[in-house]
């Protein structure tokens, strides 16, 4: 845990006691503040009160006195509609923060030359968040791994001058971060996502370029208008600046060709992404290319780097080699819960048998019709399969399997008698999971327990406990 000192003897409200608030309220407590804390859940409020941490109606407390309100990320800022606490907090002109922002002051009061990469943007925030870990800890450091990736950042270790911080950002945490520093600041790109909370794509995209130009080293990819303009910006102003692109050679960054990034310019480079299984595909040239100019900007040597990039294993859930039987691979891309999540790996593989389906987002999946080529038959489970059967129409062979246990066995069967080359059973559902599982999670570790059961199955991942 990462004590919030800075924030000792003073009085703070905190709302919001899901996982990452009740880690901020913990650390909050442990640092010594004055705190408040509430949610509109009976539950988590009894939860942090058996804690005991103060909990109460925030309607009813004197906010002419706090010296701070700390938001939970998952409620509103500003979009659709402030919530009703940051309407009180304005009203009384209290800096309204957030969890990321403590850290910041933790890491600027303790250990302000500790390194820390900041990571985001629309997609491969993740991976690329899991990539820069890993191959920080194959080069023998310290590394705290946190943030919107799944662990609450005031839940890591505190700051301290040989730790390394690696932090996945969402928008909303950029948000309540107005002193975001970072050594490394990496936009990856950027496309309409979460307008719904901040009103429009400029608006949006204002908020991730603070990222980069709060930090010591800006890390922008340059494949997207938006971001390219951000790189502009931060390049105008004379900050420093790496420019990294999946598809155009550049003079200056980093740039993929051929299975190869290429570091351009001063320090010029080739790094290879052929052993790099787990980094398949044009977007993941991307997250390995910001990964490579991070962890360059942090002082790691490029042998160190490669050696990291050749043992990624990849992001759990994410284009995740999970099993091999005969030519068969097996893929849980369970984290691909809309149809653009999904392009990636449709556009990677050939041959895909295709578990598709679930409790379906808007728009379905008319926007992959390009990709259908790569598919030889879909398996169609949860409440979209109706669906997307019907979109799928004659272009793709498909069977509405109704269940993955059904899916799996009859996707395997058929890729294993298929006459291609190198056949893949690939989950990449297009769709939440809530009709089903209770998250993509537990529907990814379905499909590994599925695939598991299978016969004569070689396993490239630990199989996971079965779970409903």
């Given amino acids: ?58 309607h009813s407390i004197d906010w002419q006195k706090l010296a701070a309100f700390v938001l939970s990320p998952g409620v509103p800022l500003t979009h659709p509609r402030p919530h009703w606490t940051v309407d009180l907090a304005r009203a ?5 923060i957030g969890d990321v ?69 969402s928008s909303y945490q950029i948000d309540l971060s107005p002193s975001l520093d970072p050594t490394a600041g990496i936009v990856l790109n950027l496309s309409p996502d979460h307008l719904d909370r901040h009103g429009t794509m400029e608006a949006y995209a204002d908020i991730k370029a603070r990222l980069a130009i709060g930090a010591q080293s800006a890390i ?31 003079a200056r960054g980093l740039y993929h060709q051929d299975g190869m990034i290429i570091a351009a310019g001063d320090e010029a480079h ?96 008319a926007s992959l019709a390009p990709l259908m080529q790569h598919v030889k038959k879909a398996y169609l489970i949860g409440e979209a399969a109706p669906a997307f059967a019907a979109t799928l129409g004659d272009a793709v062979p498909y069977e509405i399997a109704g269940t993955l246990d059904r899916a799996v066995a009859h996707a395997a069967a058929d890729a294993g008698s298929s006459a291609a080359e190198a056949p893949v059973v690939l989950l990449s559902p297009a769709c939440a999971s809530f009709d089903q599982y209770r998250n993509f999670e537990v529907r990814g570790d379905a499909f590994v327990s599925e695939v598991a059961a299978l016969a004569d199955i070689d396993m490239l991942v630990p199989t996971p406990a079965r779970s409903d």
Avoid at 92 to 96: G, N
Avoid at 310 to 319: Q, Y
């Fill in 92 to 96: 009384a002109a209290v800096p309204i």
């Fill in 270 to 365: 080739r790094f290879s992404l052929h052993a790099a299984s787990a980094l398949r595909g044009a977007h993941n040239a991307q997250n390995a290319a910001a990964a490579i100019a991070a962890c360059r900007a942090v002082g790691v040597d490029d042998d160190a780097i490669q050696a990291g990039l050749d043992s990624f294993p990849g992001l759990k859930h994410r284009m995740q080699p999970v099993a091999r039987r005969g030519k068969v691979l097996f893929v849980n891309d369970s984290k691909a819960t809309n149809a653009d999540a999904a392009a990636p790996a449709l556009s990677t593989f050939e041959a895909i048998h295709w578990i598709a389906g679930g409790l379906p987002k808007e728009g379905g999946i």
């Fill in 220 to 250: 922008v990819g340059v494949d997207d208008a938006h971001s390219a303009a951000i790189a502009d910006r931060i390049d105008r102003s004379g900050r420093p600046l790496v420019r990294i692109s999946k598809q155009l050679p550049l």
């Fill in 1 to 58: 845990m990462i004590p919030a000192t800075t924030f000792k003897d003073q009085r703070v409200a905190l709302f919001g006691l899901g996982g990452s608030g009740l880690a901020t309220a913990r650390a909050l407590k442990a640092g010594g503040a004055d705190l408040v804390a509430f949610d509109d859940n009976p539950d988590s409020v009894a939860r942090a009160a058996d804690e005991g941490i103060e909990t109460g109606d925030l």
């Fill in 101 to 169: 922002e403590i850290f910041c002051r933790e890491r600027r009061a303790h250990a302000p030359d500790c390194p820390f990469i900041a990571i985001t943007g629309t997609n491969g925030k993740s991976t690329t968040t899991a990539l820069i870990g890993h191959i920080l800890k194959e080069a023998g450091l310290d590394v705290g791994i946190g943030g919107n990736i799944g662990t609450a950042i005031l839940s890591l270790d505190a700051p301290a001058e040989d730790r390394f911080y690696v932090v996945e950002c």
